[in-house]
């Protein structure tokens, strides 16, 4: 029971964390908007490093550093509250390339203690990756729990490993449909639209067409032993052909995933360097917690087969 | 009997890396400028906006015209139908689906490919900088 | 082995031009298919790589429609466990294979030949690349199927399952022959053509061997 | 042909048929399997042929000795059932002649002839067996079960839809297999029964 309750608390906490947590750029990304859009305010978050000052154009200064160390003068239009108690700010701000200063739009609150990176381009967007990227790793691990329990029922003839693979599978396709809503909703709002066929849209699309088949034969076959032995044998056969779709298609070809061909940041996923450590740390609780998660479903349908079993027993 | 599957286990996978390998030196869903030029058919082509090089928002006609380098290095206008993409200016990379006419690439869409590097840049240039780089 | 194997072989072809379940129903399926498209096409002028594309999925549903017969037809007459009772379970798979491969290369040359015949606007760039693209991709549709018509003719819904649990199963042989075949018609050039061929034949040797290895526990009850 | 077998079971959709089956039989012996209808006897029969895999235990075979594993238990096995089909596209020649040539046995005209002989089916018919009468298909099977004189000869209700006449036939298989090698019979006829050695009841589901 306990730990029920602490992968509840676990999921809900770092999914709480994952949203909630502020986005803040420094000066850097500022300079970065600045080039491209001198009308972009963005989150930044500075710690004052001195009095406020009145300016001559009737606004107030203060003179601020950014996480990095770089210092600016900060321009605020009127005099903030308790301005001259606050440690630092977390304030939206954009750059004027005309006057040459950096002017805060609106204050936020507080310098937060932690924040996520200002990510140009995904901003707050980049949220979601703490829900999709689990999805999809969730995904692989479930089909690849259900192929193992297919070559196990194979070998061995007991229809437990069978429903262990279905239950597997089941998950799978939940977790495969998850995935790609998440990721459709991100590519809308990233790359422009739902759907482009991507190389990596066009592998999960395949993947949901394998388990869809697996689940259209299982159901199309009476005899549970003969129904078992066909399902694992075409776990198995798409298991060796969709590999060419799920893991070497979308990383050799150029697309707009991270993670592909032309893509050399290597994405996220592939490689650690390329992130935060603070989302880096959330991202893999989340994906903790999903894996335990995934386990106290395969634990809750055993049950339920369980009782299904024995009800079919006590049947007249 | 456990012999032949090993053997077979073996031959799975070699053949599968070699299937793999394959992907390596292909690109089946996208095409370069010369091809799309070639074809004259709608495609996907990929490739860089090159920032050097004005852009243009025509109210009257909706249209969003830029130039943009492809695989290749071969650099073609873009003529979008309709408005400035979303992130159009940091991307990365964009991906121009339309077909290639009379000296430009007229795309019914452009979708854009953000930097996946999911941190802060600690060694950015201080604002103050860009007033000697920009002008 | 190769023997048993061949014997069943011989007894499928004698069983099927006595019969004759496929071939006229498939030659038909062609034909009808093929008129279709023609109607479809009149007055429309389409590149040979947008036809090549057609010529596929003529191929695939053509192989969707007819290549089940082999292990269904045993199964619905009974005769599968007399034919479990004379021989192995790997030459079984190996005849059934053989005869698979003729029935579509057959029907894929008839294809391909009145595809030639009837598209004016079809014209090949290497004819002999292309007819050995043509060859390789029989070749995988008959290994991939043969081992899903085995899986289908032991459940109820036959008939529409079998393009169901195909199409995953056949798709990267389809993207990498259809590619293939556009290189051989439009502009053909060995480096750009090779990583399909390869695809194809690992695929080829992959699903081959898996079907080796997983038939008997198809086969037995 | 020695068979043993010991703690077979048999469950289809986790319902057991039968369970805890244990026999052996030897070479010479006519062993006769008996139950009432659906008790499973022909399973069992399917289980000793190969043709299923059994739930629980396990059945060795050997001859003079030497193991023979299931895999290659066609080769020295035969086996007549109601339920069996053959190709009905093909005439009783051409059958035979099919069967021969994947068992990898050279069979001519005269020892087609003198099979079709043995079992009184007509040797000059070029019909298809499509036409049979259910005695004269019965008739067809003995001769499938009999063609490469295996060892091990296994009958499921060997006499259902013959005459006196064929059911003589039958029996005359059965004396012959038994000089040298073993017969099992799954059955109900009394008849039948008469020619068994030894029996097993199979109980089955209650």
């Known amino acids: ?316 | ?135 | 082995m190769l023997k048993q194997a061949f014997a069943i072989f011989w007894k499928d072809l004698a069983s099927e031009l006595r019969t004759r379940y496929a071939i006229n129903a498939l030659l038909m399926f062609v034909v009808v298919t093929l008129a279709v498209i023609m109607f479809a096409l009149v007055g429309e002028t389409l590149s040979p790589g947008a036809l090549t594309g057609m010529l596929w999925v003529v191929m695939f549903f053509a192989a969707m429609s007819g290549l089940s017969r082999s292990f269904v037809a045993e199964e619905e007459r009974g005769t599968s466990m007399t034919l479990q009772l004379l021989a192995t379970p790997t030459a079984i798979y190996l005849g059934k294979l053989l005869f698979n491969l003729l029935l579509v290369l057959a029907l894929n040359i008839f294809i391909v030949l009145l595809f030639l015949l009837t598209m004016d606007q079809f014209t090949v760039a290497q004819i002999d690349l292309f007819w050995f693209v043509i060859l390789l991709g029989s070749i995988g549709i008959a290994s991939a199927t043969t081992i899903i018509a085995a899986i289908i003719a032991k459940a109820n819904t036959k008939g529409t399952l079998f393009p169901v649990l195909s199409f995953p199963v056949i798709l990267p042989l389809l993207m990498a022959g259809i590619s293939a075949t556009k290189i051989a018609v439009e502009e053909p050039m060995w480096d750009t053509v090779w990583p399909d061929l390869q695809l194809l034949g690992s695929y080829i040797v992959v699903v081959i061997t898996i079907s080796f290895l997983l038939f008997e526990f198809v086969w037995k009850d | 042909m020695q068979i043993s077998a010991t703690g077979i079971g048999k469950k289809f959709n986790r319902r057991s048929i039968f369970r805890e089956v244990d026999f052996s039989v030897e070479t010479g012996e006519v062993f006769g399997i008996i139950g009432r209808n659906g008790s499973g006897k022909s399973t069992l029969l399917r289980i000793i042929g190969g043709l299923l895999s059994p739930s629980a235990g396990s059945i060795s075979y050997g001859i003079n000795g030497t193991d023979v594993s299931v895999e290659h238990l066609h080769r020295v096995m035969g086996y007549a059932a109601p339920y069996l089909t053959l190709y009905e596209e093909f005439s009783a020649a051409e059958n035979i002649a099919l069967y021969a040539k994947i068992r990898g046995l050279q069979k001519g005209s005269s020892d087609i002839a003198a099979l079709l002989d043995r079992v009184g089916l007509p040797t000059d018919r070029k019909d298809p067996i499509r036409a049979y009468s259910s005695g004269m298909m019965q008739r067809m099977k003995l001769i499938f079960s009999i063609l490469h004189e295996p060892p091990l000869l296994l009958l499921d209700e060997p006499i259902s839809n013959l005459d006196r006449e064929g059911m003589a036939v039958v029996y005359d298989i059965v004396a012959e297999q038994k000089k040298t090698g073993t017969v099992i019979i799954a059955t109900n006829d009394d008849e039948d029964i008469a020619q068994c050695d030894r029996t097993l009841r199979v109980e089955g589901r209650a």
Request: proline share 4%.
């Open chain 2, 1 to 135: 009997m456990k012999k032949r599957y090993l053997v077979g286990g073996v031959i799975v996978v070699v053949f599968l890396v070699i299937g793999g390998l394959s992907f390596l030196n292909s690109s089946v869903e996208y095409a370069t400028l010369s091809k799309a030029e070639k074809s004259g058919k709608k495609v996907q082509v990929t490739g860089k906006w090159v920032q050097d090089m004005s852009t243009h928002y025509d109210t009257q006609n909706n249209t969003f015209t830029f130039y943009m380098k492809d695989e290749d290095d071969r650099v073609a206008q873009v003529v979008l139908e309709g408005a400035k993409p979303n992130n159009f200016d940091i991307a990365t990379s964009v991906v121009a689906k339309g077909r290639y006419e009379e000296g430009a690439f007229y795309a019914s869409e452009v979708l854009t490919k953000c930097p996946s590097k999911y941190e802060g840049n600690p060694e950015g240039q201080h604002p103050d900088e860009i007033k000697k780089s920009s002008l």
């Open chain 1, 1 to 316: 029971m306990w730990w029920k309750l602490l992968l509840f608390f676990w999921i809900a906490a770092f999914s709480a964390v994952g949203l909630v947590t502020p986005i803040a750029g420094s000066l850097t990304e500022l300079s970065m908007i600045a080039q491209w859009s001198a009308e972009k305010a963005i989150p930044v978050k500075f710690r004052t490093a001195g009095e406020p000052v009145s300016a001559e154009d009737g606004g107030w200064v203060i003179r601020g550093t950014d996480k990095h160390g770089h210092d600016a003068d900060f321009h605020f239009s009127a005099i903030p509250e308790n301005a001259g108690t606050r440690d630092g700010y977390l304030a939206t701000a954009r750059y004027d390339t005309t006057a040459h200063r950096v002017e805060v739009v609106e204050v936020l609150g507080e310098y937060p203690g932690f924040s996520f990176p200002f990510i140009p381009g995904l901003e707050e967007r980049a949220k979601i990756i703490f829900f999709h990227v689990p999805m999809a790793w969730m995904t692989v691990v479930a089909f690849l729990v259900s192929m193992w329990f297919g070559i196990q029922y194979l070998r061995k003839k007991d229809l437990e490993d069978d429903f262990r693979s279905v239950a597997s599978a089941g998950l799978g396709l939940l977790f495969c449909v998850l995935a790609t809503t998440t990721g459709s909703l991100w590519a809308k709002f990233n790359w422009g639209s739902f759907w482009n066929w991507d190389p990596r849209q066009t592998s999960i699309f395949v993947l949901l067409l394998v388990y869809g088949a697996y689940f259209a034969l299982r159901s199309a076959v009476e005899i549970e032993e003969k129904k078992a032995t066909l399902s694992a044998v075409y776990n198995i056969i798409a298991a060796a052909t969709v590999p060419f779709f799920i893991f070497i298609m979308p990383r050799i070809m150029p697309g707009l995933h991270p993670g592909s061909a032309d893509d050399n940041s290597a994405g996220p996923v592939v490689s650690s360097g390329g992130m935060d450590a603070i989302m880096r740390f959330v991202l893999y609780s989340m994906l903790g917690g999903f894996l335990v998660l995934y386990g106290w479903l395969m634990r809750i349908q055993g049950r339920l087969h369980r009782i299904k079993l024995k009800r079919a027993e006590l049947a007249p």
